[in-house]
């Protein structure tokens, strides 16, 4: 971008944006005073509490707590900012909300501070403006401390910042809204598919002391029996190459070591090495025996297993059984005491999985989940895409 103009901006306006201190077009306020541990948690009143402020770039009504009304204390208005005065990092102080709502006797937490605009912004266009990065840069330069951070209002009120026609405000406002609904909606259907999931894994799958799922595909009766993984599958325990072979450029062979390389259920190429030992192809499955244990992932290209993983030549159902065992927590607790957390080979080709008999059961089972999967991942990465543009534009979009 080249001086009082953003490199990205809407069409029909030209003019350079104009730059203003924060002080000139607002005032500020403080937050609660003069009270002690036992006056909250009840009380008529509400107050803004620190999260609230730090989370989000607009506030959540929701977010709320209890205090006893006082008319000493400053009120929070709908379009006020308001700001963290404190935090353990230079990159987390000072960070800002915009309030949306007249609630009455709405008070701010005391490790903060409000700022009264004076009708200069646009409230949506305030909000996202405090969270750019031309903002947040010269936040973090005023940021003093060595332990925990602080900055003074004083100063945040001598910071100039853009100040475009209101109906351009108004325009970019309304889009950064937009995105962070739709980001907001994948999250939600994301938590919501897991949460499906994790039920359906305990319903689908027999419960402790049963041969049966509590809900089953139509036509399947046979009860269903115990195994041991290592008679159903060939599992392979990893072991380190070389650390002299460890490239964070490509080179022959993925390496995959842990926890850590598995993301969405799939391996996520983070390194690679030139020594071949022990392999897993495409297709088998990869489980984490280090700490943390018991995290699962499937494999789409031939790997090297690290000493943090073992390969599994497992179908999805056996994928989802394990996905199970490492939900419940089965694998901390084997290795519960332990110095490090780990799991060894017997504990893993030693473990009893429930199984149907019939191996269409199986593969029903295993289908409905890996589609299931598909969705999970689909609203995760599209959350993960829109806060990858947000970002780009809370850079390109301010001055």
């Known amino acids: 971008m080249s001086g009082n103009v953003p490199a990205i901006r809407f069409a029909g306006f030209t003019e350079p944006w104009e730059q203003r201190k924060l002080g000139e077009l607002g005032s500020t306020y403080g937050g609660l005073s003069g009270k002690a541990k036992g006056d909250f948690g009840h009380g008529e009143a509400r107050f803004v509490p620190y999260t609230n402020v730090f989370d989000n770039p ?37 960070m800002s909300c915009v309030w949306p709502s007249d609630l009455g006797n709405l008070y701010l937490n005391s490790f903060c501070f409000g700022y009264r605009q004076d009708g200069s ?11 750019s990065g031309s903002f947040r840069g010269q936040v973090e330069m005023l940021a003093q401390g060595i332990s925990r951070f602080n900055i003074s209002k004083g100063k945040v009120m001598e910071i100039e910042v853009p100040v475009p026609d209101k109906a351009e405000q108004a325009m970019i406002g309304r889009l950064f809204v937009g995105l962070d609904n739709l980001i907001t909606l994948h999250q ?7 949460t499906l999931k994790k039920s359906l894994l305990e319903k689908m799958f027999p419960k402790p002391g049963s041969d049966v799922p509590e809900l089953r595909f139509a036509g399947f009766t046979e009860p269903w029996e115990q195994r041991e993984l290592g008679e159903e599958c060939q599992v392979t325990m990893g072991q380190s190459p070389e650390g002299s072979t460890y490239s964070e450029e490509p080179a022959d062979y993925i390496l995959v070591q842990g926890n850590t390389d598995l993301k969405d259920g799939w391996v996520s190429p983070r390194v690679w090495t030139t020594q071949k030992t022990k392999f897993a192809n495409a297709g088998d499955l990869i489980m984490s025996v280090r700490a ?20 599994i030549k497992g179908n999805e159902f056996i994928y989802q059984a394990l996905v199970r065992l490492d939900e419940n927590g089965f694998w901390k607790k084997l290795s519960a005491g ?57 850079e390109k979009m301010f001055v």
């Open 188 to 194: 939600r259907k994301h938590d919501q598919l897991a």
């Open 121 to 131: 912004f646009d409230s949506n266009y305030l909000a996202y403006m405090l969270r």
């Open 58 to 94: 607009i506030g959540d009504s929701t977010r709320l707590e209890r205090v006893e009304v006082d008319p000493c204390q400053n009120v929070v208005r709908r379009g006020d900012a308001l700001f963290t005065v404190s935090s353990e990092t230079p990159e987390e102080v000072g």
């Open 292 to 311: 943390p244990v018991g995290a699962m992932g499937k494999t789409a290209f031939d790997v090297v297993l690290g000493r943090g993983v073992a390969g």
């Open 338 to 394: 332990s110095t490090f957390e780990s799991i060894g080979s017997d504990a893993v080709n030693n473990v009893e999985l429930s199984m149907p008999r019939d191996t269409s059961e199986q593969k029903a089972i295993g289908k409905f989940f890996c589609e299931l999967d598909s969705l999970i991942t689909l609203h995760q990465r599209k959350h993960d895409q829109l806060a990858t543009l947000k970002k780009s534009l809370l």
